[in-house]
């Protein structure tokens, strides 16, 4: 499991307000498919959302607590039925390691805006 702090944890939180339920756990409870399912969501998205149906509360936390462990994603919030989990994507973290080429400049939105980026270059000249 993934520590994070609570200043992370607000972010995260925030982050998700918006966020759809992607994987719901119901009758048959936390299966091989379903984890394999929260996997491939956090691989995709990085923080999710998780509904449950038909957990009772006291198995909730429990609940979370082992996906968690082991998914080695952060418990962000728990609000009722609903779940919310952040793991980094190990891909975004080592293309931000990279060096970063040199990257083209936005086109101006207007005329002026041009107007300005060329006499700007022209005094650097």
């Given amino acids: 499991m993934?520590?994070?702090?609570?200043?992370?944890?607000r972010a995260l939180r925030a982050a998700a307000h918006h966020l759809k339920p992607v994987v719901s756990i119901s009758q048959k409870g936390l299966t091989a498919s379903v984890l394999a399912e929260i996997d491939r969501s956090l691989k995709a998205?990085?923080?999710?959302?998780?509904?449950?149906y038909g957990i009772e509360r006291e198995d909730r936390a429990a609940l979370f607590a082992e996906i968690c462990?082991?998914?080695?994603c952060a418990e962000v919030q728990h609000i009722?039925?609903?779940?919310v989990l952040w793991r980094e994507n190990p891909k975004d973290a080592a293309a931000e390691s990279a060096p970063a080429g040199r990257r083209?400049?936005?086109p101006p939105a207007t005329k002026k805006q041009a107007a300005a980026r060329t006499e700007?270059?022209?005094?650097?000249?």
């Fill in 80 to 83: 009722g039925n609903l779940l």
């Fill in 69 to 72: 462990n082991t998914l080695g």
């Fill in 120 to 125: 700007a270059r022209n005094r650097r000249s």
């Fill in 104 to 106: 083209r400049a936005d």
């Fill in 45 to 52: 998205h990085e923080l999710i959302k998780l509904r449950l």
């Fill in 2 to 9: 993934i520590e994070i702090s609570p200043t992370e944890r």
